[in-house]
Nanobody, 117 residues
Framework: QVQLVESGGGLVQPGGSLRLTCARS????????MGWYRQAPGNQRELVAA???????NYADSVKGRFTISRDNAKRAVYLQMNTLKPEDTAVYYC???????????WGQGTQVTVSS
């Protein structure tokens, strides 16, 4: 059974940085994509960044140049380095694993990121 656990959220001032970590337990024996999503109050959940097994990445326009997604397969982890944070980045951030063949999704419980002075 795959489980995802996020950590690293918190309160940060505008312009600051945070690094989110998503740790995976359970094995996957097929291709999958790891991603970070976020959901602010009153908004739909949106994709922030994703990375596939080959290391290709894509980002939401709103975070390009500020956020970096990376993965460490040996540690079964994916990271989201967030720099130059803005108040509009405030949201609950969720880790996602999407199994490409079945399109099954696994989600973490979420971690709160608050950008405020």
């Amino acid at each position: 059974q795959v489980q995802l656990v996020e950590s690293g959220g918190g309160l940060v001032q505008p312009g600051g940085s945070l690094r989110l970590t998503c740790a995976r337990s359970g094995s996957i024996f097929t291709s999958y994509v790891m991603g970070w999503y976020r959901q602010a109050p009153g908004n739909q959940r949106e994709l922030v960044a994703a990375i596939n097994s080959g290391g290709s990445t894509n980002y939401a326009d709103s975070v390009k140049g500020r956020f970096t997604i990376s993965r460490d397969n040996a540690k079964r982890a994916v990271y989201l380095q967030m720099n130059t944070l803005k108040p509009e980045d405030t949201a609950v951030y969720y880790c996602n694993l999407n199994v490409i063949r079945s399109q099954r999704d696994y989600w973490g419980q979420g971690t709160q990121v608050t950008v405020s002075s």
